[in-house]
């Protein structure tokens, strides 16, 4: 078991870590410009958001970035939604990437999880990449005309993004557990003119087969050509080997600053996806923040995010060849064929940024890994964390199993800005449980119902000024009105996220999780984060997830959902542990109402657990029948859900009599 979180940080940067960090170069390039002194971190993070232009200027001269028409200005226009970056600028996001092209080392390293092998230099990334997109438009693909994907966490994936992005056409994927249906549901809506997908891939020890969904994927996108990855080629399509051969130059046209690079979806559990438009120039200018300032990674790096193309991490990894870092792809289950897999590939490519999931470390600790022991991770200079918060007891665990000199930086932030808000920094101290800063030129705040800021009490994550990186649009939305009902609905003109959060007084961040599901007992609100970090830390328990149901009489009902491993009953001895370890980890208020075993807890796709979905089940209507199945990670435990909801309406009707 981990031990008990201490107050004190967990990790401190010593003198050596802050004098050759590249965002303590970076500080220094803004004072001798701007005549400013920070005395650390939050000085200059308190000197981004008050001078956004000044500072995401700096950004640009600092990275080098250049542009074939000078802007007129860094920011035009700064209402939210609304605000135009750097207009009169044309760049294209993969130029940031050619220009690594002659390095005489790998740019992307590939880990099968059968432990084969492979790896792109730069030099073979860059004829790949010419080669396709010389292929694109032969193929009638144009600046504006959409690319997709449906690939495994393969290098094609990467070239294959490279090359879109590099003729101005706009990008987009889903990794392969995504059924066809599910995967129509997407990259229907964009109306592709190429699908770029493989033959199957490896999970569990076993062959995927996916060419029946990619069958199925390509009569449903009719109007698209096809490029299969993988030794079965289909009647009709171009195999990947023609697709990339020859001897072609890699030249990014230039596009507007603002010109549409990829669309990402969200999870689409009750509705139809939501396309995210993000641009070239503002994901550029974020990624070259969040990779190298924020997450200090750069050329002497191997960078390793355990994702799939489905999510927004995926896009993120890609973004360590900006700054000319080798990103590993690797694709399969993490725990196979042992629980500390991802540990074993950071060891044997000397990884030196490792990111992954709470829910994976979780996983670590119930196997009893030692990581540090049993593997040489003498490479690593820092674990990544993101997809749920992680609890104090986790980042504990992986300072005493992984190394106390290696900082864990826990981040926090979206799809809707493929980026964080908030995290780690390399000149910061981690305290367990937080995430140490807002990140550079974000906004951040925390607001009560009524707007306005809290600090060291519960609040809703809000940003206050624009960030580069917000989406352009929404796909299929000319209007806007979905885009504006997403964020900025309940504060006009202020991005509210869905987080709700504590500020503290040193700055630092706790999460508690979304706070359209927020626990709400009595008026007193509570995450149920806290709940989930006490309870899955028992032996006993696989996983679990807590709702708060309201109901019309305004009754109130917050039961507990566990995952019980085989061979465990639950009793009343351990439904009294339950609530013992909730009283003495979160509080007497978060202990549930009852506890239920259940055979699985459904989540989204890319991991995120279906709290919001299964209450509203449990609140009655019509909510089951817009759940999308196709987007739930086990549908078939949707049913069991919809069961014991009947259940509680029965139950709720006959106490009324």
């Given at each position: 078991?981990p031990?008990t979180?201490?107050?004190?940080?967990?990790?401190i940067?010593?003198?050596?870590?802050?004098?050759?960090?590249?965002?303590t170069?970076?500080?220094?390039?803004?004072?001798?410009?701007?005549?400013v002194?920070?005395e650390?971190?939050?000085?200059l993070?308190e000197?981004?958001?008050a001078?956004?232009?000044q500072?995401?200027?700096?950004?640009?001269?600092?990275?080098g970035?250049?542009?074939?028409?000078?802007?007129t200005?860094?920011?035009s226009?700064?209402?939210?939604?609304?605000?135009?970056?750097?207009?009169?600028?044309?760049?294209?996001?993969?130029?940031?990437?050619?220009?690594?092209?002659?390095?005489?080392?790998?740019?992307?390293?590939?880990v099968?999880?059968?432990g084969?092998?492979?790896?792109?230099?730069?030099?073979?990334?860059?004829?790949?990449?010419g080669?396709?997109?010389?292929?694109?438009?032969?193929s009638?693909?144009s600046?504006?005309?959409?690319?997709?994907?449906y690939?495994?966490?393969i290098?094609?994936?990467?070239?294959?993004?490279?090359?879109?992005?590099?003729?101005?056409?706009?990008?987009?994927?889903?990794?392969?557990?995504?059924?066809?249906?599910?995967?129509?549901d997407?990259?229907?809506q964009?109306?592709?003119?190429?699908?770029?997908?493989?033959?199957?891939?490896?999970?569990?020890?076993?062959?995927?087969?996916k060419s029946?969904?990619?069958?199925?994927?390509?009569?449903?996108?009719a109007?698209?050509?096809?490029?299969?990855v993988?030794?079965?080629?289909?009647?009709?399509?171009?195999?990947w080997?023609?697709?990339?051969?020859?001897?072609?130059?890699?030249?990014?046209?230039?596009?507007?600053?603002?010109?549409?690079?990829?669309?990402?979806?969200?999870?689409?559990?009750?509705?139809?996806p939501?396309?995210i438009?993000?641009?070239?120039?503002?994901?550029?200018?974020?990624?070259?923040k969040?990779v190298?300032?924020?997450?200090?990674?750069?050329?002497?790096?191997?960078?390793?995010?355990?994702?799939?193309?489905?999510?927004?991490?995926?896009?993120?990894?890609?973004?360590?060849?900006?700054v000319?870092?080798?990103?590993v792809?690797?694709?399969?289950?993490?725990?196979?064929?042992?629980?500390?897999?991802?540990?074993?590939?950071?060891?044997?490519?000397?990884?030196?940024?490792?990111?992954?999931?709470p829910?994976?470390?979780?996983?670590?600790?119930?196997?009893?890994?030692?990581?540090?022991?049993?593997?040489?991770?003498?490479?690593?200079?820092?674990?990544?964390?993101?997809?749920?918060?992680?609890?104090?007891?986790?980042?504990?665990?992986?300072?005493?199993?992984?190394?106390?000199?290696?900082?864990?930086f826990?981040?926090?932030?979206?799809?809707d800005?493929v980026?964080?808000?908030?995290?780690?920094?390399?000149?910061?101290?981690?305290?367990?449980?937080?995430?140490?800063?807002?990140y550079?030129?974000?906004?951040?705040?925390?607001?009560?119902?009524?707007g306005?800021?809290?600090?060291?009490?519960?609040?809703?994550?809000?940003?206050?000024?624009?960030?580069?990186?917000?989406?352009v649009r929404?796909?299929?939305?000319?209007?806007?009105?979905?885009?504006?009902?997403?964020?900025?609905?309940?504060?006009?003109?202020?991005?509210?996220?869905?987080?709700?959060?504590?500020?503290?007084?040193r700055g630092?961040?706790?999460?508690?999780?979304?706070?359209?599901?927020?626990?709400?007992?009595?008026?007193?609100?509570?995450?149920?984060?806290?709940?989930y970090?006490?309870?899955?830390?028992?032996?006993?328990i696989?996983?679990s997830?807590?709702?708060?149901?309201?109901?019309?009489?305004?009754?109130?009902?917050?039961?507990?959902?566990?995952?019980?491993t085989?061979?465990?009953?639950?009793?009343?001895?351990?439904?009294?542990?339950?609530?013992?370890?909730?009283?003495?980890?979160?509080?007497?208020?978060?202990?549930?109402?009852?506890?239920?075993?259940?055979?699985?807890?459904?989540?989204?796709?890319?991991?995120?657990?279906?709290?919001?979905?299964?209450?509203?089940?449990?609140?009655?209507?019509?909510?089951?029948?817009?759940?999308?199945?196709?987007?739930?990670?086990?549908?078939?435990?949707?049913?069991?859900?919809?069961?014991?909801?009947?259940?509680?309406?029965?139950?709720?009707?006959?106490?009324?009599?």
């Amino acid at each position: 078991m981990p031990r008990t979180p201490s107050p004190e940080p967990q990790w401190i940067p010593s003198a050596a870590d802050i004098d050759v960090a590249r965002i303590t170069d970076f500080a220094q390039r803004v004072q001798e410009r701007h005549h400013v002194t920070f005395e650390d971190y939050t000085g200059l993070w308190e000197w981004s958001v008050a001078n956004l232009e000044q500072f995401w200027q700096m950004v640009w001269d600092y990275f080098g970035i250049t542009s074939e028409t000078a802007p007129t200005a860094v920011l035009s226009e700064s209402g939210m939604p609304g605000a135009q970056w750097f207009p009169g600028a044309t760049l294209n996001y993969v130029d940031q990437i050619a220009r690594h092209a002659s390095r005489d080392t790998a740019a992307i390293r590939y880990v099968r999880e059968d432990g084969t092998r492979s790896q792109l230099t730069w030099s073979e990334l860059s004829r790949q990449v010419g080669a396709l997109a010389h292929t694109l438009r032969g193929s009638g693909v144009s600046s504006g005309d959409r690319v997709v994907g449906y690939l495994p966490n393969i290098p094609e994936a990467v070239v294959a993004f490279l090359a879109t992005a590099s003729i101005g056409a706009i990008w987009s994927a889903c990794g392969q557990d995504y059924s066809a249906s599910a995967a129509l549901d997407r990259l229907g809506q964009l109306n592709p003119k190429v699908l770029i997908t493989a033959d199957g891939y490896l999970y569990g020890g076993k062959f995927r087969d996916k060419s029946e969904d990619v069958r199925m994927l390509r009569d449903g996108l009719a109007t698209a050509s096809t490029i299969l990855v993988g030794e079965r080629v289909a009647e009709g399509s171009t195999d990947w080997a023609t697709a990339t051969a020859g001897d072609h130059e890699w030249a990014p046209a230039a596009v507007p600053f603002d010109h549409p690079l990829w669309v990402v979806f969200s999870s689409g559990t009750t509705g139809l996806p939501k396309g995210i438009v993000h641009s070239h120039g503002g994901v550029l200018l974020e990624h070259l923040k969040a990779v190298a300032l924020q997450s200090d990674i750069g050329p002497d790096d191997t960078f390793f995010w355990y994702t799939s193309p489905s999510w927004m991490m995926w896009n993120f990894q890609v973004s360590g060849l900006l700054v000319g870092s080798t990103i590993v792809c690797a694709d399969g289950n993490p725990g196979y064929p042992a629980p500390d897999a991802l540990w074993s590939i950071a060891a044997e490519e000397g990884v030196t940024f490792l990111g992954t999931s709470p829910g994976y470390v979780l996983s670590c600790i119930k196997a009893g890994s030692h990581p540090a022991r049993e593997h040489d991770l003498s490479a690593l200079r820092a674990v990544g964390i993101t997809g749920s918060s992680l609890p104090a007891s986790s980042s504990m665990w992986l300072s005493d199993h992984v190394g106390a000199d290696i900082p864990v930086f826990s981040i926090s932030g979206g799809t809707d800005v493929v980026s964080a808000f908030a995290g780690g920094v390399r000149t910061m101290p981690v305290w367990p449980g937080e995430l140490s800063v807002p990140y550079l030129g974000v906004a951040l705040d925390s607001y009560d119902e009524n707007g306005r800021p809290v600090l060291g009490d519960v609040g809703e994550l809000v940003v206050t000024k624009p960030m580069p990186s917000m989406p352009v649009r929404f796909w299929n939305d000319p209007d806007g009105i979905r885009y504006r009902d997403a964020y900025f609905d309940t504060f006009p003109g202020i991005w509210r996220h869905g987080d709700w959060i504590t500020r503290t007084e040193r700055g630092s961040i706790v999460v508690h999780g979304r706070s359209d599901s927020t626990l709400n007992r009595n008026g007193i609100r509570m995450g149920s984060a806290d709940i989930y970090q006490a309870v899955e830390l028992l032996p006993e328990i696989v996983e679990s997830l807590v709702l708060g149901v309201e109901s019309e009489d305004g009754g109130y009902w917050m039961p507990l959902f566990v995952v019980l491993t085989e061979g465990t009953e639950l009793d009343d001895a351990l439904r009294q542990r339950i609530n013992g370890v909730i009283r003495e980890h979160a509080s007497p208020r978060h202990v549930p109402d009852e506890i239920i075993a259940a055979p699985g807890i459904p989540h989204t796709r890319t991991g995120k657990k279906l709290e919001v979905p299964i209450k509203r089940i449990f609140q009655g209507g019509e909510s089951a029948k817009s759940l999308d199945r196709s987007a739930v990670d086990v549908p078939e435990l949707v049913d069991w859900y919809i069961e014991r909801g009947r259940d509680h309406d029965e139950g709720r009707v006959h106490r009324a009599r």
